[in-house]
Each structure stands twice: as structure tokens, then as C-alpha cells.
């Protein structure tokens, strides 16, 4: 079936809300594009039956360096959230539908009375317990996934996980610091070959809505059974940038780094704690360093919080850390408050 490209079909965005049923005959069915997020077309659609947000995937992400990755991975997503919306539910959209020709599908419209959590960082506002919150919802979906052979089995779904995630940081990085290729390849390598539980892939602030009743994941379309490692290195991630662009909530945003693994630690039964800790730890100053140096480089850091970042990150590669405390020790000296 060819594919649909829905900013370019007015008539095949209407024909989807008529086939759910969302919208009436006589309706006019407009779609309003929405900005954020590089990887897909977002609409919103305003009709009688209530507010709606499309999501389409991307053939060709939104980014300077060529990055092409299969469309089919919407459908990974689309199970990704009916598997944890009965994990946690509410703390993930609800899909109301799919499409196939456009590779698409359909949520409710979330409005005002939730916040980006990206947004509410850059600004300054520091909520540590969101950070709680959301290690203990990670945990939670993890434990409730440990070494289920079924989910296993429907998210084998290896090669988009290295064509989003794998390639685009750790193997694009590796690429341009040839000094440091033998450790991060091997950290691929490794990560590509743990399965453990159900993978999110993208547990990044700019995907998660503060809601009234709780964080709410968003954009799951790297959902991977594999290495629960990479989610929480990705999160964590975001604080130590944080830390390095508002050096005055340094403070506040390695507290949200501790909170968050705290959180997360008592729902990790399922393999030895240390041996988990160790693959985030050798994860995270990997990802750091892909940040500024990978295909999706942060926009929010000036060049001298890059060449900062970069330092940082290539001397936790060289030395690699025995913990998550360490690398947090080290940040808070490389970043002083």
C-alpha cells in the first residue's frame, strides 16, 4: 500500500475521522500541524466529538545529518501504548484508531491542564518529584514487563531500534571520535544483545506531559523489547545536560537525577542491581556525548556548554564510572551550581 503523506491529503485526514466515526458527514474536518518532535507529522483536529491529535511517522527525520528510518515503527508504538495503558493507565494516550495508508493513528487531544516537562525545565521550574514519578512509572512498566516471551516475540523489533537509537547516537558518535570507537561499538553491541523488558527508547522530558494525575509518556515509536539500561540512561541523560546549560538549578536537577534512579531501584527484580547499574552507567556519557556530536544534537546548549559537555563526556569514556553516583559526583564538579 503506498504510502499516505497527510499534510499533502486534506481528503485522506477526513477519511480517517469519518471511518472512526469521529466525525460526521456533514463535518469539515481541518487539521492544525503542531511543532516539537522531529520524527513525525502531528495534527491537531478540532471536531463536535472533541479535540484529537493524528501522529504519522516520517520516512526522513527532521534533522541536518540524513537519518531515513522505516514508517512501519508507528505500529510498534500504537502496541506500546495499549500494552501500558493497561500497565499504567492514564499515564499514557489512549489510541482511538490507526490508519494504514498513512501510517498514522489517532489520540485524544490532551489540553492545557498539561504541561511539557522539557518546557517546565528550561524554564527553571525543577519539580523533583516529577522526576520521582516518573522513575517509579519506568520501574513500574519494566517489572510488569520482565521476561515476557509474548511481548518479547511482538516487539522484536531490533532494526528500528538501531536505525532511531543505536546508529543515530552511539554509532554516528563513535564515527566522529575515532579514539573512542572500540568502547562505545562495544556498548551497541552489548545493548543490542540484552533483552530484558518492554523499552520506551525515547524517555526524554520533551515526551512527557505533567498532568493532574501524573507524568504521561508520550512518542513510544522506539519501543523495543531489549535493555531497560538504555531507557534509564536516556532519561538521566537530560538532567546533566540540564545542569550544564542552568547552572543555577544544577542543584535541583541532580537531585531530580538521584530521585529519579531511586525511584526506579526497588521495581528492578528482575536482574542483579549492580550488574543494571553498570550498563546505564557505561550508557550515559555515551549518550551525553552523542548529544553533541550525534544526528540529534540538543539545540538548547550554547558552543562553550558544548565543548564543556563534550570534555565531560569523553573523560567519564576514558574513565568509565562504577556507578550513577559517581557520574553525578562528577557532573556536579565539571558544573558547579
Given at each position: 500500500m503506498a504510502y499516505v503523506d497527510l499534510t499533502r491529503d486534506p481528503g485522506a485526514m477526513r477519511?480517517?475521522?469519518?471511518?472512526?466515526?469521529?466525525?460526521g458527514q456533514d463535518e469539515d474536518v481541518r487539521a492544525t500541524a503542531l511543532t516539537g518532535g522531529v520524527s513525525s507529522g502531528i495534527h491537531r483536529v478540532d471536531l463536535r466529538s472533541g479535540s484529537y491529535c493524528v501522529k504519522q511517522a516520517l520516512p526522513q527525520l527532521k534533522v541536518a545529518k540524513v537519518w531515513m528510518v522505516p514508517v512501519e515503527r508507528v505500529f510498534a508504538e500504537i502496541r506500546y501504548l495499549q500494552v501500558v495503558g493497561r500497565i499504567a493507565p492514564g499515564q499514557v494516550p489512549r489510541v482511538l484508531g490507526t490508519d494504514e495508508a498513512s501510517k498514522?493513528?489517532?489520540?485524544?487531544?490532551?489540553?492545557?491542564?498539561?504541561?511539557?516537562?522539557?518546557?517546565?525545565l528550561l524554564a527553571g521550574r525543577v519539580d523533583v518529584r516529577v522526576a520521582r514519578a516518573v522513575g517509579d512509572l519506568l520501574g513500574r512498566i519494566h517489572a510488569a514487563t520482565a521476561g515476557d516471551a509474548q511481548l518479547a516475540a511482538q516487539f522484536a523489533t531490533d532494526e528500528n531500534f538501531h536505525a532511531l537509537r543505536l546508529e543515530p547516537?552511539?554509532?554516528e558518535t563513535a564515527r566522529v571520535h575515532p579514539a573512542l570507537a572500540d568502547g562505545l561499538l562495544a556498548t551497541v553491541e552489548r545493548t543490542a544483545a540484552t533483552r530484558r523488558v518492554l523499552v520506551h527508547g525515547d524517555v526524554s522530558p520533551k515526551n512527557i506531559l505533567v498532568g493532574p494525575d501524573g507524568p504521561v509518556l508520550l512518542d513510544a515509536e522506539c519501543a523495543w523489547f531489549g535493555d531497560?539500561?538504555?531507557?534509564?540512561?536516556?532519561c538521566l541523560n537530560h538532567f546533566l545536560l540540564k545542569a550544564a546549560h542552568l547552572p543555577a538549578?544544577?542543584?535541583e536537577l541532580l537531585a531530580?537525577?538521584?530521585?529519579?534512579?531511586d525511584a526506579y531501584r526497588p521495581h528492578a527484580g528482575w536482574e542483579d542491581a549492580q550488574a543494571l547499574e553498570a550498563r546505564v552507567a557505561l550508557l550515559l556519557p555515551g549518550l551525553a556525548l552523542a548529544r553533541i556530536d550525534g544526528k540529534s544534537p540538543v539545540e538548547y546548549l550554547g558552543e562553550a556548554q558544548r565543548a564543556q559537555v563534550r570534555r565531560a563526556s569523553i573523560a567519564l569514556l576514558q574513565d568509565p564510572p562504577p556507578s550513577l553516583s559517581t557520574i553525578a559526583a562528577r557532573w556536579a564538579r565539571d558544573f558547579p551550581a
Open positions: 477519511r480517517i475521522f469519518l471511518a472512526l466515526g469521529l466525525a498514522s493513528f489517532v489520540m485524544p487531544f490532551l489540553g492545557p491542564e498539561y504541561r511539557n516537562w522539557k518546557a517546565d547516537y552511539l554509532v531497560p539500561a538504555f531507557d534509564l540512561a536516556f538549578h544544577a542543584g531530580s537525577f538521584r530521585a529519579f534512579t
